[in-house]
């Protein structure tokens, strides 16, 4: 039998005989992962951020906890704070001496400068402000300091706030960050201001030459504008601008090469690229900006300079990632990871150094701290050693073709004990965005749990649609200006291919995602009813017309998805909405959302309940978690939803009952018993 139910055993219990097993739905949510890594100015250290899921039933509710790892030369950990500790922004200082982190400690009004020294010794307090220090960047020699801050907070506001003056003016009392600049070397280190009044800083750092500032900034602190209307700029210690490098739409990071020559950064290849995902470089001899992998059939992650000449970087491509060294001079590359290795998600490097800090998962754990060097590629951390008991289901990428021929990828689980010729259950995972893409490394989320839905006896299915990411800027353009089009029968062609490869029961198949995939999702249950038999729809669009009126991404919306505004043909839009077949629909459907969702509204899943509620003739249940936004960020909330999307498909996909499962859900039990 195939079902199994979600009591006390079959979610909380951890095997301790050393077996093969099954992966609970607990440690789904509660898995470790490493967030970041940074190497050392010196090469000697790698910084590695931890995070920490908290406990649902035993830890109150939160988002997780944070703890940082130092790892030397010969390998050997210390760890510098723990999940008790309150920090962030950590960075490694000048001459690799300091820590350096943000926190609140002891009787700080607010978030302060701090730093450790490395080879021993207690915390000190760096630098004070009047208002919360965010992002910061201290000099190579040591002299000066920047930071970005939204400044004191008003008095006088607070106080009326207390009377009960909390009237918010929507999209125009806004706070901008400010950057600010100190000068380390006198007597009186005052912080200045070097921005404008209003000018939104996103990101700054040191020139190399240590007295110029890359900044990006935004015309307002509006999501949209950060998305959008973003530019990099070099300014002066005093603020005054030097030089502005235009670029059009997205942005993702940049920086100077070690001479200061070239500025390198990720940027749109256009104002309707609907992702930052090209490799830019700025030489200020020629005061030329261009494309130094024109070619590129794949998505730049991230990268850094290794030397004046060289950056080594990281690329997405289909399924898999890769790291290349290009030499500028002659613009040749050279490969230094190779695809299947892992997928790594960010990198680190120093001009100098030889080696490379990454970040990267595969199939069989989340992400994990690598160091690469001229000997290989080493795996430093392994935050969950239980995973060597669970029984790893076969997951691989595969391709298929689209009805109007066009070749796609996505990447397949099988069921853990999946037999050749026999067809299964099948729940199939659509990504968001849609620029966005799946990589063949860890699947697993509170969302989509892949070990323990396929050691119940689950098929998965993540397609890259066309419009994902990870295969050029043409095609994450294809999806644009047609709304649940030839995206989403991609998604139903992809359906057919898995019964033709016997794999998948045609009558047992379900669809579930977040965002654009909540969109799918419920354009599944609706004008796509008979080909699934359960839906989950999480933070998702059922209404393309009221969708434009009330997320905070209206300009990206226009730019990159729509090309349209809804004025312009609302026949279309409505007819592009899951609402306008909501009679129609015979698929179960189960919506979540965040009552917080600034993105997607959550009146957009109360728009599809209602209207098939009205209607009557489906199972439909909406869940809405408090406190939570685009997505579940606190454990006790994500494990909620995983148990309510794995029920909900084991009930119509396994039982293929006719009426929805209760909706109540045994975590009173689980507390007692945890207790």
């Known amino acids: 039998m195939l079902f199994r139910t979600l009591g006390t055993v079959s979610l909380l219990t951890l095997a301790v005989t050393g077996q093969a097993r099954e992966m609970t739905l607990m440690e789904t949510v509660t898995a470790q992962s490493v967030a970041s890594v940074d190497l050392s100015p010196n090469g000697q250290y790698t910084a590695v951020l931890k995070y920490i899921p908290r406990t649902p039933y035993k830890d109150d509710d939160g988002s997780g906890f944070t703890e940082l790892v130092l790892i030397d030369a010969q390998g050997n950990e210390t760890v510098y704070f723990n999940r008790d500790d309150e920090f962030s922004q950590v960075s490694f200082g000048p001459n690799s001496e300091y820590l350096y982190f943000t926190a609140k400690r002891d009787d700080d009004k607010y978030n302060e400068l701090y730093r450790l020294p490395i080879n021993g010794g207690a915390v000190q307090s760096f630098y004070e402000f009047e208002g919360h220090i965010g992002a910061y960047d201290i000099s190579d020699e040591g002299q000066s300091l920047i930071f970005t801050s939204r400044g004191k907070p008003d008095a006088d506001e607070q106080k009326l706030a207390k009377k009960g003056f909390k009237a918010e003016v929507y999209e125009e009392d806004l706070d901008y960050t400010h950057l600010y600049h100190v000068d380390l070397s006198a007597e009186q280190k005052q912080a200045t201001q070097v921005s404008a009044d209003d000018q939104h800083i996103l990101s700054a750092e040191f020139h190399p030459d240590n007295t110029h500032i890359l900044v990006r900034t935004a015309p307002t602190p509006l999501i949209d504008d950060n998305y959008m209307s973003s530019q990099y700029q070099l300014i002066n210690k005093a603020g005054e601008l030097q030089q502005a490098f235009e670029t059009a739409g997205k942005?993702?990071?940049?920086?100077?090469?070690?001479?200061?020559?070239?500025?390198?950064?990720?940027?749109?290849?256009?104002?309707?690229?609907?992702?930052?995902?090209?490799?830019?470089?700025?030489?200020?001899?020629?005061?030329?900006?261009?494309?130094?992998?024109?070619?590129?059939?794949?998505?730049?992650?991230?990268?850094?300079?290794?030397?004046?000449?060289?950056?080594?970087?990281?690329?997405?491509?289909?399924?898999?990632?890769e790291v290349q060294a290009l030499t500028l001079k002659f613009l040749e590359n050279r490969m230094l990871v190779e695809p299947g290795e892992a997928i790594f998600s960010s990198l680190d490097g120093e001009s100098g150094i030889g080696q490379i800090a990454l970040r990267g998962n595969r199939p069989e754990h989340p992400n994990e701290a690598f160091l690469l060097d001229d000997s290989g590629l080493e795996r430093l951390t392994v935050s969950n050693p239980w995973l060597d008991e669970i029984t790893m289901p076969r997951q691989e990428s595969i391709t298929y073709e689209a009805r109007d021929g066009l070749q796609l990828e996505g990447i397949l689980v099988y069921p853990t004990d999946y037999q050749e010729g026999q067809s299964y259950p099948t729940v199939m995972v659509i990504h968001g965005g849609p620029e966005s893409h799946y990589s063949n490394g860890w699947l697993d989320r509170y969302s989509a749990p892949v070990k323990h839905a396929a050691a119940n006896g689950y098929a998965l299915f993540f397609p890259n649609y066309r419009g994902s990411t990870g295969r050029g800027v043409e095609f994450s353009m294809l999806s644009q200006n047609d709304y649940a089009g030839k995206e989403f029968d991609d998604i139903v062609d992809a359906k057919q291919h898995l019964v033709e490869m016997g794999i998948t029961d045609p009558e047992r198949v379900g669809i579930t995602g977040g965002s654009y995939g909540g969109y799918a999702s419920a354009w599944g249950a609706t004008k796509q009813t008979e080909h699934f038999a359960a839906s989950v729809m999480f933070v998702g669009i059922s209404d393309n017309i009221s969708k434009f009126g009330t997320t905070d991404i209206a300009k990206e919306m226009h730019a990159?998805?729509?090309?349209?505004?809804?004025?312009?043909?609302?026949?279309?839009?409505?007819?592009r909405s899951p609402i306008y077949y909501a009679e129609q629909a015979r698929t179960p459907i189960l919506i979540m959302h965040g009552k917080e969702d600034t993105r997607v509204h959550p009146s957009q899943s109360m728009e599809l309940y209602r209207y098939l509620k009205t209607h009557g003739n489906v199972p439909v249940r909406l869940v809405l978690y408090p406190g939570e936004g685009h997505g579940n960020r606190k454990m006790a909330a994500q494990l909620d939803y995983g148990m309510r999307m794995m029920r909900w498909m084991d009930t119509f996909l396994v039982e293929k009952a006719e009426t929805k499962p209760p909706f109540e859900l045994p975590h009173v039990e689980h507390m007692q018993a945890d207790d």
């Open 251 to 321: 942005l993702g990071q940049a920086s100077f090469s070690p001479d200061g020559r070239y500025l390198a950064m990720i940027s749109a290849a256009n104002y309707n690229d609907p992702s930052a995902g090209t490799l830019l470089v700025w030489d200020s001899q020629t005061e030329e900006l261009r494309n130094v992998l024109p070619d590129y059939q794949g998505s730049i992650r991230d990268f850094a300079w290794r030397t004046d000449q060289e950056l080594v970087w990281l690329g997405h491509r289909g399924t898999e990632s």
């Open 560 to 575: 990159v998805h729509a090309r349209s505004y809804p004025w312009e043909k609302w026949q279309w839009y409505l007819e």
